[in-house]
């Protein structure tokens, strides 16, 4: 079912896509993290958006 209303899809987008992976373990990790929260290591990514 898609999100019609502007500001919830925003919000969605933003819950699902502002976090980053870390490329050592492959958690999901908050968008401000420096430093993975598994595996303590400096390899992060932002999480890939495809529309």
């Known amino acids: 079912m898609p999100i019609r209303d502007p500001e919830k899809l925003q919000l969605a987008l933003e819950s699902n896509f502002k976090v980053k992976i870390?490329?050592?373990?492959?958690?999901?990790?908050?968008w401000n993290a420096e430093r993975c929260?598994?595996?303590?290591?400096?390899?992060?990514r932002?999480?890939?958006?495809?529309?």
């Open 37 to 44: 929260r598994r595996c303590k290591s400096r390899d992060l």
């Open 46 to 51: 932002p999480k890939r958006y495809k529309k």
């Open 22 to 30: 870390c490329r050592k373990c492959g958690s999901r990790n908050s």
